[in-house]
Protein backbone atom coordinates (compact mmCIF):
# COMPACT_ATOMS: atom_id res chain seq x y z
CA UNK A 1 0.00 0.00 0.00
CA UNK A 2 2.83 2.31 0.86
CA UNK A 3 4.70 1.79 -2.07
CA UNK A 4 1.30 2.73 -4.26
CA UNK A 5 0.72 5.72 -2.33
CA UNK A 6 4.45 6.36 -3.28
CA UNK A 7 4.14 5.80 -6.97
CA UNK A 8 1.31 7.95 -6.68
CA UNK A 9 2.19 10.79 -5.06
CA UNK A 10 5.78 10.73 -7.22
CA UNK A 11 3.82 10.56 -10.71
CA UNK A 12 1.61 13.36 -9.39
CA UNK A 13 4.79 15.77 -9.07
CA UNK A 14 5.65 14.96 -12.17
CA UNK A 15 3.19 15.39 -14.01
CA UNK A 16 1.59 18.38 -12.12
CA UNK A 17 4.73 20.71 -13.07
CA UNK A 18 4.26 22.98 -16.11
CA UNK A 19 6.02 22.27 -19.41
CA UNK A 20 7.90 25.46 -19.38
CA UNK A 21 8.69 28.19 -16.86
CA UNK A 22 7.42 31.68 -17.10
CA UNK A 23 11.02 33.03 -18.04
CA UNK A 24 11.65 30.11 -20.39
CA UNK A 25 7.83 31.38 -22.39
CA UNK A 26 8.71 34.78 -22.28
CA UNK A 27 11.73 34.25 -23.37
CA UNK A 28 10.33 32.51 -26.24
CA UNK A 29 7.58 34.95 -27.36
CA UNK A 30 10.26 37.97 -27.10
CA UNK A 31 12.79 35.91 -29.81
CA UNK A 32 9.80 34.66 -31.73
CA UNK A 33 6.31 36.19 -30.74
CA UNK A 34 4.62 35.76 -34.34
CA UNK A 35 7.39 34.39 -36.82
CA UNK A 36 9.80 38.37 -36.58
CA UNK A 37 11.41 38.72 -33.45
CA UNK A 38 11.60 41.50 -31.00
CA UNK A 39 15.39 40.13 -30.87
CA UNK A 40 16.45 41.44 -34.07
CA UNK A 41 15.81 44.65 -34.00
CA UNK A 42 15.83 45.73 -30.79
CA UNK A 43 18.79 43.26 -29.01
CA UNK A 44 19.10 40.68 -26.82
CA UNK A 45 18.12 42.82 -23.81
CA UNK A 46 15.95 45.46 -25.32
CA UNK A 47 18.93 47.97 -25.34
CA UNK A 48 18.83 48.82 -29.27
CA UNK A 49 20.89 48.83 -31.51
CA UNK A 50 21.81 49.85 -35.54
CA UNK A 51 20.09 47.90 -37.53
CA UNK A 52 21.82 48.72 -40.70
CA UNK A 53 23.10 51.96 -42.68
CA UNK A 54 22.07 53.78 -45.84
CA UNK A 55 23.03 57.15 -47.76
CA UNK A 56 21.52 60.54 -47.35
CA UNK A 57 22.95 63.32 -49.57
CA UNK A 58 26.12 61.48 -49.89
CA UNK A 59 26.59 61.00 -45.99
CA UNK A 60 26.38 57.27 -44.39
CA UNK A 61 23.80 57.56 -41.59
CA UNK A 62 22.91 54.45 -39.21
CA UNK A 63 19.48 53.30 -39.42
CA UNK A 64 18.98 53.13 -34.85
CA UNK A 65 16.72 51.54 -32.81
CA UNK A 66 15.36 52.49 -30.14
CA UNK A 67 16.00 50.77 -26.88
CA UNK A 68 12.83 50.01 -25.17
CA UNK A 69 14.31 48.63 -21.55
CA UNK A 70 12.80 52.07 -19.93
CA UNK A 71 9.69 52.61 -21.67
CA UNK A 72 6.37 52.79 -19.27
CA UNK A 73 4.08 49.93 -19.63
CA UNK A 74 1.74 52.65 -21.43
CA UNK A 75 4.25 53.07 -24.02
CA UNK A 76 5.59 49.99 -24.47
CA UNK A 77 1.65 48.54 -24.92
CA UNK A 78 1.05 52.20 -27.56
CA UNK A 79 3.84 51.18 -29.61
CA UNK A 80 2.46 47.40 -30.23
CA UNK A 81 -1.16 47.77 -29.72
CA UNK A 82 -1.20 51.04 -32.75
CA UNK A 83 -1.35 50.28 -36.48
CA UNK A 84 1.56 50.60 -38.20
CA UNK A 85 1.86 53.08 -41.90
CA UNK A 86 3.88 51.51 -44.90
CA UNK A 87 6.57 53.28 -43.98
CA UNK A 88 7.40 51.72 -40.12
CA UNK A 89 9.48 48.66 -40.03
CA UNK A 90 7.92 47.88 -36.87
CA UNK A 91 5.30 44.78 -37.79
CA UNK A 92 2.18 44.39 -36.11
CA UNK A 93 2.29 41.74 -34.30
CA UNK A 94 -1.53 41.18 -32.95
CA UNK A 95 -0.54 40.73 -29.22
CA UNK A 96 -2.95 39.51 -26.27
CA UNK A 97 -3.13 41.42 -23.30
CA UNK A 98 -1.09 38.80 -21.47
CA UNK A 99 1.62 38.64 -23.79
CA UNK A 100 2.52 42.24 -23.73
CA UNK A 101 2.45 41.94 -20.27
CA UNK A 102 4.37 39.00 -20.19
CA UNK A 103 6.89 40.95 -22.66
CA UNK A 104 7.20 44.16 -20.94
CA UNK A 105 8.03 41.75 -17.94
CA UNK A 106 10.65 39.67 -19.28
CA UNK A 107 12.44 42.94 -20.80
CA UNK A 108 12.59 44.87 -17.65
CA UNK A 109 13.95 41.03 -15.92
CA UNK A 110 16.73 41.14 -18.48
CA UNK A 111 17.91 44.18 -19.07
CA UNK A 112 18.92 43.80 -14.80
CA UNK A 113 21.07 40.89 -15.91
CA UNK A 114 24.50 41.12 -16.29
Not at 43 to 54: N, W
Not at 62 to 69: L, R
Amino acid sequence: MRVFLLLALGLNLLFSADFITQKEYAKMLYENPRGISCKKCHGAKGEGQILGYYMHKDKKKAYEIPSIQDLSFERFKEALMKEQDVKSIMPNYSLTNDEIITLYNYIKQVSKEK
